[in-house]
């Protein structure tokens, strides 16, 4: 399936790398965050859970483990 995705890229969330076709379509007029809208192909989405994490948060532990393609 194939699915038209759009959110705020914050500053402080950095650089960020996407590897569908993406493009900047504006800016938010409140804080001026960039406006990112992404096509994206998945056989489907349903979102489990956001949720945002302090500043010096790592994903990888035990069970979720760093492999050497993955970009933090």
Known sequence: MNYWLSW???SEYGESELHSP?????ECLETGDETICAAVKAKDIEFRFLNQKEDGWIPFNDR?????????
């Open 22 to 26: 993406w493009w900047i379509s504006g």
């Open 64 to 72: 979720f483990q760093k492999k050497e393609w993955m970009k933090w």
């Open 8 to 10: 705020f890229h914050k």
